[in-house]
């Protein structure tokens, strides 16, 4: 879709998802005692983590200038600010 009916906030909360995929296979990893009878979770991560290169395009596209001046943007700035601040950098939010 065009930038103009896109919803930034929308966009960066699946990139912000795809960031906690991407930590949550390294908490699995770490510590297989306590997720070794999650079959479900093992494979269900395993399905999400080919999507995980999507939260870098998401976040490139809305860090452009030209697509942060759009209505789409300006009328949920406040929000989609803090959306691509905790995408850009998810550990202040995905850390315990």
């Given at each position: 879709?065009p930038?103009?009916?896109r ?17 949550l ?23 999400l ?30 929000i ?17």
């Amino acid at each position: 879709m065009p930038v103009d009916f896109r919803l930034a906030f929308r966009e960066l909360g699946l990139s912000i998802g795809l960031r906690a995929v991407e930590r949550l296979q390294g908490l699995v990893k770490e510590n297989p005692g306590l997720f070794k009878e999650r079959v479900h979770l093992h494979s269900r991560l395993a399905v999400l983590s080919q999507y995980t290169p999507l939260a870098e395009n998401i976040e490139t596209f809305w860090l452009e200038r030209p697509h942060r001046e759009v209505e789409s943007w300006l009328a949920h700035r406040e929000i989609n600010m803090v959306m691509l601040a905790t995408s850009l950098d998810p550990d202040g939010y995905l850390k315990p």
